[in-house]
């Protein structure tokens, strides 16, 4: 049940509706997840800098279980979102960030229980 979040300084007008449907479905096939289970939140106009600068930029962070746990999973995850969002932002590599947390079973709650028992 991967969470994927996103965080823009970028205005709300740069980002279209279309864009949740794009990072979840993006999202699923880079981490090889169902796209029902993934979840995406993007919040633009964010308040930020990256490296001191203020200049147009984005975090990524990605969280999930089983697949975000090594250095080389991260690294082929890495270069498919930065990918995707330089395509859909218009950014640079310079001017995004990508933060990947693996996560246990229990750590994460549904329909009453946490995923371990589900």
Known sequence: M???QLESNLPPSSFC???VDKLCCAAAAILDKPKERI???VRSGQLMAIGGSTAPCAQL???SIGVVGTAEQNKQHSAKFFE???QELGLTTDRILIQFYPVEKWQIGKNGTVMTFL
């Open 39 to 41: 979840n995406v939140t």
């Open 61 to 63: 962070v990605v969280s």
């Open 2 to 4: 991967p969470f994927i």
């Open 17 to 19: 509706v279309e864009l």
């Open 84 to 86: 995707f969002l330089k």
